[in-house]
C-alpha cells in the first residue's frame, strides 16, 4: 500500500491533475474556435451525403479549372467587364455546311478528319502562305472563356530560326528520352518510332508554335483575367489541325518537354505566353510511313442516356 499511496501523492501532485479544472475549458473553446471557423469557411451546410457544402465566399477557391486562370497580384474588382457590352444580334444557326444534308456534311466532316495522320516526314514541296495564314485566322474563331481569345500562333518560316529550335528541342530530348521520361513512357513510344532526333523540325516548310497566353493587358496596361486558357488554346489547336487537314496539308502535334521558356525567349514572346504545342506543317514526304492503327469504333466512346 505503500507504493501505492507514493503513485497517488505523485499523480495528485502532477501538473496536469492539479489543472485538471481548467483543461476541460480549454477544450471547449478550442472546438468552438473550429467549428466558428469551419461554419465561416463552409457556411455551415451539409450536403446531401453528409459533407460540407462550400459557402459562396470559397467559390474562387474552389471552382472546377481555377488553375487555367493566369496568376494576377494585388487584382481589384473592376465592376466594368474587360469584353465590351455589346447588343446581342440574331443568330440562325450554321449556315455554311459541307452539304445540305446534314447527315452527308457529318460524313463527310469525318471523311476529312478521319484521313489526318500524324506527319514526320515532310516534302520540300512548298506551301503558300496564305494557305497557312487562313488555317490560322480559322482556329482563331475558337471558342474562349469569356472571349478572351488567349492564344498567339507563332507562324515560322526562316530556315535559320527553324535550324535554331531544333537545336533547342533535340538538346532537350536527349535528356528527356534519357533521364526524365520513365522506361514505360519511352517503351511506349517505340512502335510510333520517334525518337530525340526530329528532322521534321528543318524539313517541314513551316514550324507554327502555339502559346497560351495565362492573362492579358487591358487598355490602360492593368492585367485581365484569361478564364481557362489551356482549354481556350487546346480547343483552336484542334480547329487548327482540321483546316490544315481540309486544305490538304499535314501536320503533327508536338509538346516539346522543358523547351518552352528556351523558345519562348528565342522568339522574343512575353512572359505571360506559354508554350502550348509545335506543329511542324506542310505535304509528306514521298517515302513518307505511318504505323497502320486503327482508332476506337464509335460504340466505344460514346456514351448515351
Known amino acids: 500500500m505503500g507504493i501505492l499511496d507514493e503513485l497517488y501523492g505523485a499523480f495528485d501532485r502532477s501538473l496536469i491533475f492539479s489543472c485538471w479544472k481548467y483543461v476541460f475549458p480549454v477544450l471547449v473553446v478550442l472546438y468552438l474556435i473550429i467549428f466558428l471557423y469551419d461554419k465561416h469557411r463552409y457556411g455551415g451546410k451539409k450536403a446531401k ?33 474587360v469584353l465590351e457590352d455589346k447588343e446581342h444580334v440574331s443568330f440562325i444557326g450554321a449556315s ?14 469525318y471523311e476529312i478528319v478521319n484521313d489526318r495522320r500524324s506527319v514526320r516526314r515532310f516534302s520540300s514541296k512548298p506551301v503558300s502562305l ?7 485566322h480559322a482556329a482563331g474563331t475558337s471558342p474562349s472563356g469569356a472571349h478572351t481569345e488567349p492564344w498567339t500562333f507563332c507562324l515560322i518560316m526562316d530556315a535559320d530560326v ?23 513512357w519511352t517503351t ?18 513551316y514550324l ?17 483575367q484569361h478564364y481557362y486558357n489551356e482549354i481556350s488554346t487546346s480547343i483552336a489547336t484542334g480547329i487548327l489541325l482540321c483546316a490544315l ?15 518552352g521558356p528556351a523558345l519562348r525567349n528565342l522568339l522574343g ?11 511542324p506543317v506542310g505535304y509528306a514526304a514521298d517515302d513518307c510511313t505511318v504505323p497502320d492503327l486503327q482508332r476506337k469504333p464509335v460504340e466505344e466512346i460514346l456514351v448515351k442516356y
Not at 496564305?130 to 490560322?136: A, D, L, S, Y
Not at 511506349?188 to 516548310?205: G, I, Q
Not at 502559346?211 to 487591358?218: A, E, I, R, V
Not at 514572346?269 to 506543329?279: A, F, I, Q, Y
Open 96 to 109: 455554311v455546311t459541307l452539304d445540305k444534308d446534314p447527315l452527308k456534311a457529318a460524313n463527310k466532316f
Open 269 to 279: 514572346r512575353p512572359v505571360n505566353e506559354k508554350l502550348l504545342v509545335l506543329l
Open 49 to 81: 451525403d453528409g459533407s460540407t457544402a462550400p459557402s459562396s465566399n470559397t467559390v474562387k477557391e474552389k471552382l472546377d479549372g481555377i488553375e487555367y486562370v493566369g496568376e494576377i497580384d494585388s487584382v481589384e474588382f473592376d465592376p466594368t467587364p
Open 162 to 184: 527553324k535550324s535554331q529550335i531544333r537545336e533547342i528541342i533535340e538538346a532537350e530530348e536527349l535528356v528527356n528520352y534519357q533521364t526524365r521520361m520513365s522506361k514505360q
Open 130 to 136: 496564305e494557305i497557312v495564314q487562313k488555317c490560322i
Open 245 to 259: 487537314q481540309a486544305a490538304g496539308l499535314n501536320s503533327l502535334i508536338t509538346t516539346p518537354l522543358n523547351c
Open 208 to 224: 507554327i508554335l502555339i502559346f497560351k497566353q495565362t492573362y492579358g493587358f487591358k487598355d490602360d496596361g492593368a492585367k485581365k
Open 188 to 205: 511506349d513510344l517505340r512502335p510510333l518510332k520517334t525518337n530525340h532526333v526530329k528532322e521534321y523540325l528543318t524539313e517541314a516548310p
